[in-house]
């Protein structure tokens, strides 16, 4: 079976992404949503997020950088399950004002994790 490393879809009216049928499984321990680095966020699979990023957030107490960068990645944060029926997480309000995501969104595969965007941005 081929990788999906990049899908487009429309999220719902009640705003809901449906993850496609082939990397589900990534997302069975759970989904993290966060602000990115600029305009865009990122979706995280919830054991990718406690192993990784969590550790990375711990950083020296008093290093600014550390701090800023636990602000921008906690600010809004999101965590959910996917639903068992059809495969969809909820994205909050906020954070698609954040990203300018109006419904139609793209999902670019960036190693461990997943940049959503909104389709008509520049990536």
Known sequence: MASVDYFE???DDKRRLTIPV?????????????????NYLHLYPKQIWDREVE???S????????ADINVRFRSGKT??????????????????????IDRDIAAIRVGKYWRIVALDAKV
């Not at 082939?22 to 600029?38: C, D, P, Q």
């Not at 965590?79 to 300018?100: N, P």
């Open 79 to 100: 965590e959910a399950e996917l639903d068992q029926k059809q495969g969809r997480v909820t994205f909050e309000q906020h954070l698609l004002e954040y990203a300018g």
């Open 59 to 66: 950083g020296d107490i008093l290093d600014e950088n550390i």
């Open 22 to 38: 082939e990397i589900r499984n990534e997302f069975a321990s759970g989904v993290v949503l966060t602000r990115g680095f600029k």
């Open 55 to 57: 550790s990375a957030l």
């Open 9 to 11: 879809r429309k999220l």
